[in-house]
């Protein structure tokens, strides 16, 4: 999965890969399904990747894409059981 990110995340230029956004700035502009508040809680319990500057909440642009990447399904695993 972080060949997958890193691929992806080849795309962008150094500086749109440093760019910390604000809890606000991503829900803004929609690009995690998530309210403001679910994020935030999510963050303190450590469910989502983000990093912390001056004890605020930021995240990167490898952070968002690995959290939309977590919830992939794969078609030929779906539904199966563990043996």
């Known amino acids: 999965m972080t060949t997958k990110i890193a691929d992806i995340s ?37 469910r989502v990747p983000h990093t912390t500057s001056n004890r605020k909440i930021r995240f990167r642009i490898d952070h968002i894409l690995a959290i939309q990447q977590a919830g992939d399904v794969t078609p030929a695993t779906r539904g199966r059981r563990a043996a």
């Open 10 to 46: 080849g795309q962008f230029t150094a500086e749109e890969r440093l760019r910390l956004y604000t809890v606000e700035e991503v829900i803004a502009m929609k690009l995690l399904p998530y309210t403001l508040r679910t994020l935030r809680i999510a963050c303190h319990q450590r």
